[in-house]
């Protein structure tokens, strides 16, 4: 009575460690054992479930045990297999699916882009054909006022050129005869003023000999004009300045007192003339 409760019970512990065993672990030895109805697994003692262990120590009594086997029904693992399988492709399909309608979509979009694009690139050409013809008429225009402005231009020069023809012999022989009476006034002048520097105390001297204030004077009275020989004259104690000055294609006498004071400018001609009556004057008072 106590061996076939003994078998009972080792029997349930059997079923139930069956039932905790791992499916992947008897597919395994599924494959090594094919031709086997029910597939067997060698387990530990401290692979069993709590409850299966406590069974087992309670029915072996202190005795040694044994090797422990677990079993489970080929078919049933099958199923599982093929459910799972089942499963896995269900799922392949329908990301498949989706990566299908995505490529699908990919190609519309890019079919779509393709086609704005075409369509953008012919809008630019159809504009650059507008704004060329734009510009060739632009450089056609250009090229007409070019040529009516050189039309002109060459009227025009035409015409100055027969005033300057007209004007050019009354202009060239007042230049001449201007020349002329030019030498003549400046020989005289420079003999005039030679004789006077013999015979009374004269110094030719620079601009930056000259004091301070006579300097601004002098800059002052031949702006825009060329500064020529400037003497130092003493005249009765006195020091006078006197500079000749271009102007306007007119010459200029400038005489300016020790202090910067202005005292005469004058045209080197009617200055020629002054010089004259005074050098007279001076030779009248000497004689006496």
Known sequence: MKANYRRIVIGAAIVALALWLVPSRWAVAAEKEGEKENDEQVVKFSQLPRAVQETLKRESKGGKIGEIKGKEDRAERKGKLLAKGAEEEEEKEKA???????????????????????????????????????????????????????????????????????????????????????????????????????????????????????????????????????????????VIYEAEVTLDGEEYEVEIAGNGKLIKKALAEEEEEEGKAEKAERKGAKEK
């Open 96 to 238: 498949g699916g989706k990566e299908e309608r995505g490529k699908i979509k990919g190609k519309e979009d890019r079919a779509e882009r393709k086609g704005k694009l075409r369509a953008k690139g012919a809008e630019e050409e159809e504009e650059k054909e507008k704004a060329g013809g734009k510009e060739e008429r632009g450089e056609i225009k250009g090229k007409e006022d070019r040529a009516e402005r050189k039309g002109k231009l060459r009227a025009k020069g035409a015409e100055e050129e027969e005033e300057k023809e007209k004007a050019g012999d009354k202009e060239e022989r007042g230049k001449i005869k201007g020349k002329e009476d030019r030498a003549e006034r400046k020989g005289e002048k420079r003999e005039g003023k030679k004789e006077e520097r013999e015979k009374e105390n004269e110094e030719k001297v620079t601009l930056a000999q000259l004091p301070s204030a006579v300097r601004a004077t002098l800059k002052r009275e031949s702006a825009g004009g060329t500064l020529g020989e400037i003497t130092k004259e003493t005249e009765e104690g006195k």
